[in-house]
């Protein structure tokens, strides 16, 4: 019989003597009990293979047993290389019959890592099929050692109690009194609020907070971008006063963020806004979690495992048993499933309130209009639009929304109306501006104007930017100041002199008393974008522009120019967001789209999805639709083979279960080594 390679032959002289191997038993034996009677600290180590996401156990030396304390970062040994991690609990033995290394050093003994963020933080990744070290990476900022060693500043200010809360902007609202007094007597309400028109909205969150500071417990408020938080920070200082407060934003820089963070942690500061990162913020006493504008994208977090801060914040308010808001001036359709649930009440004012609020909206192509001028449908800046921005100019500045960034988006064969596209990546050709050649917007490399198809070369706009659009109302009101407002150069605030303000939503600046007049260019853009979300984004992106204008009906007017006969126009001009949602909530049921289910998208390599689907066992309402190519996904996967995506869909109450499968497949993967990466993302924002 032939030997397998290596294999040694059986018999006496084949293994140690016997004096031997009992002197070697007793060796291990003695190890294994001195480990068990050695201190040992269960470490969160920053390794985010999927097949290694669980705690390691590591022996204490007696020189580091008082710096090790739980939460601490440490510096181990593992699979040979020095790596970092968290000291998540100290325990007196350990499970393992193997044996243990040391701790290799304390970096710090600050115990940043909390066990309530700690519990968090695997909540977070086991919903999103994520690791613990991803979460951990999102949730605790780097360490600043001059930060850290710093003298502790002064003793914090106290938020100013509030035995009795005024309503105060609150009192429009049907149930917004009974809503504080619950904050204030320490109860936990859940609401969905749907803010009134105007610029109010920062000093009603700040009196909510208020209301919870004062039962003395601690409140946490997420805003999508930096503008947002400034003005939440001057209104929480306002009712707060000065010192109760901090904010936490990536503008602060690493050092001064750091310092603020570990206030926080420290407990000395119980009050903290902030944009998406804030979400884990280790707040002592936590009893109100706030979010505005839930819809925006930017609370979508970009990095493994993908999570969104409104998920984390309802997630954190379950697990603490703290009150939330969510809030915004659009409703989304995953805050109407919060209120067909039953989890959340709306917060909303009377329709009587509303109408003395919002801004009288017309639309470009209503039968008055269309009376008066037959193109207003179809003309990118109808006479209504330019009519109502003359009139409003008398009156102060006039905001004018454009969707898309830039001078020409796209352009098109002026003779036959093909869409000019890059000839060495297929991608969307721009023009930069005026006199320019034409560039890709994927590559960057210059285009042809010859088409492709009839062989021209003059070219026409199929999508119009800011900047063209400022030129063409530069011509159109000579003489009136133009302002632009996007992508990094974007307006805080404008004066409220005459002036025509152009922007791109998200970008709008603010107006001292409001604007005299919004147009709501280019509604077509907005509407016809291939998202699921299109119509609810649409809304919100208007409804955010619209609440900058002078309230009431003797206030300023809204130009949208979208078919009116559309439900989301209609229900700009009741503003009605929550009918809306409601109605998408419906629909979405009825056909199987979040949130009504729970979506996992799988991108990368056909094998590699093939290998991992055939791996698992899904649960059992499971829908496997795919695959679809997704290189556009990607632009850095271009050129890198075939890269395709699969969505799998389950109902709702298996979520969990198809998120503990697929990472449970990734590990699987990982351990193996297996060839080719795949992209798991739980509830993407995006199906296509």
């Not at 109010?200 to 969150?205: F, G, L, S, T, Y």
């Not at 179809?378 to 830039?406: D, H, K, N, Y």
Request: include cysteine; glycine fraction near 10%; charge should be positive.
């Amino acid at each position: 019989m032939t030997r397998p390679p290596g294999a040694t032959t059986a018999g006496p002289a084949a293994g140690p003597r016997p004096r031997q191997a009992a002197s070697r038993s007793a060796r291990q034996a003695a190890r294994r009990t001195a480990a068990s009677a050695q201190p040992v600290a269960r470490v969160a180590v920053d390794v985010p293979l999927p097949h290694l996401d669980r705690l390691f156990d590591y022996l204490v030396p007696e020189a580091l047993a008082e710096r090790a304390v739980p939460g601490c970062r440490v510096r181990v040994r593992f699979a040979g290389r020095l790596t970092g991690g968290y000291v998540v609990e100290r325990a007196e033995k350990t499970e393992h019959h193997g044996r243990l290394a040391f701790l290799e050093r304390v970096l710090s003994p600050e115990p940043v890592l909390s066990e309530e963020i700690a519990g968090l933080a695997r909540a977070v990744a086991d919903r999103y099929g994520g690791t613990l070290a991803d979460v951990l990476r999102l949730a605790i900022p780097p360490r600043h050692a001059a930060a850290e060693a710093a003298p502790p500043p002064g003793p914090a200010g106290q938020p100013v109690p509030q035995p009795g809360p005024d309503p105060g902007p609150w009192s429009r609202y049907r149930a917004g009194a009974s809503f504080l007094a619950a904050l204030a007597d320490g109860r936990s309400p859940h609401a969905v609020w749907s803010a009134l028109p105007g610029p109010d909205w920062p000093a009603e969150i700040a009196a909510a907070v208020g209301a919870a500071a004062a039962s003395g417990r601690g409140a946490l408020v997420v805003v999508p971008d930096a503008r947002d938080l400034d003005l939440v920070d001057a209104a929480l200082a306002e009712v707060l006063g000065d010192g109760a407060h901090t904010s936490l934003s990536a503008q602060l820089g690493p050092a001064e963020r750091y310092r603020r963070w570990l206030a926080v942690r420290r407990g000395q500061v119980r009050i903290v806004a902030g944009t998406r990162s804030a979400a884990f913020a280790p707040v002592a006493g936590l009893g109100l979690v706030v979010i505005w504008d839930d819809g925006d994208d930017l609370h979508a977090e970009p990095r493994a495992p993908y999570p969104h801060a409104r998920d984390v914040l309802l997630l954190r308010a379950h697990r603490c048993g703290a009150a939330a808001l969510v809030g915004g001036f659009a409703r989304t359709a995953e805050a109407a499933q919060l209120l067909a649930t039953g989890w959340a009440r709306p917060l909303a004012a009377d329709r009587q309130t509303v109408r003395a609020h919002a801004p009288i909206v017309r639309t470009a192509g209503d039968d008055a209009e269309l009376a008066r001028d037959e193109a207003a449908r179809s003309a990118r800046m109808p006479g209504i639009a330019l009519r109502t921005a003359r009139e409003a100019l008398g009156a102060g500045p006039v905001l004018f929304q454009v969707p898309r960034r830039g001078y020409l988006a796209a352009v098109a064969c002026q003779q036959c109306g093909a869409r000019v596209r890059c000839g060495a990546c297929a991608g969307p050709v721009t023009l930069p501006g005026a006199g320019q050649p034409l560039r890709c917007g994927w590559c960057g490399t210059a285009a042809e104007r010859t088409c492709a198809v009839c062989g021209s070369t003059r070219i026409r706009a199929l999508v119009t930017g800011e900047r063209r659009t400022a030129e063409e109302l530069g011509r159109a009101f000579p003489g009136v100041p133009v302002h632009t407002s996007s992508g990094s150069g974007v307006l805080a605030d404008v004066p409220g002199s005459p002036a025509i303000v152009i922007a791109t939503p998200g970008a709008e600046p603010r107006a001292p008393g409001g604007y005299a007049a919004a147009i709501l260019l280019d509604g077509w853009s907005l509407l016809g974008r291939p998202s699921l979300r299109a119509a609810e984004e649409a809304l919100r992106r208007w409804m955010n522009a619209a609440a900058l204008v002078r309230p009431g009906p003797a206030g300023g007017k809204v130009v949208v120019t979208a078919d009116p006969a559309l439900t989301v126009v209609q229900a700009l001009i009741r503003w009605d967001a929550a009918t809306h949602a409601d109605r998408e909530l419906a629909e979405r049921e009825e056909l199987r789209f979040p949130p009504a289910v729970r979506i996992a998208s799988l991108t990368g390599a056909p094998d590699a999805i093939a290998e991992l689907l055939s791996s698992v066992r899904l649960p059992q309402h499971a829908d496997v639709l795919g695959p679809v190519p997704a290189e556009h996904d990607d632009p850095a996967a271009r050129g890198a083979g075939e890269i395709v995506r699969y969505l799998v869909r389950v109902p709702w109450p298996e979520g969990t279960a198809l998120a503990v499968a697929l990472r449970g497949g990734q590990a699987e993967r990982s351990a193996r080594k297996s060839q080719g990466q795949v992209r798991l993302h739980l509830d993407p924002a995006e199906l296509i």
